[in-house]
């Protein structure tokens, strides 16, 4: 099985930029997926 690339606290560290006031495409570059991914 592949390895995820990121850990189970992503959407703690996603929630956690979102009320640092980052916007989405933000949050994405920081956790370095596309905002695609990020959506998903």
Not at 5 to 24: C, I, L, T, V, W
């Amino acid at each position: 099985m592949a390895k995820l690339k990121y850990d189970e606290n992503f959407p703690e560290r996603a929630g956690e930029y979102a009320s640092g006031g980052m916007d989405n495409a933000e949050i994405a570059a920081k956790l370095e997926i596309s905002e695609d991914t990020f959506y998903t």
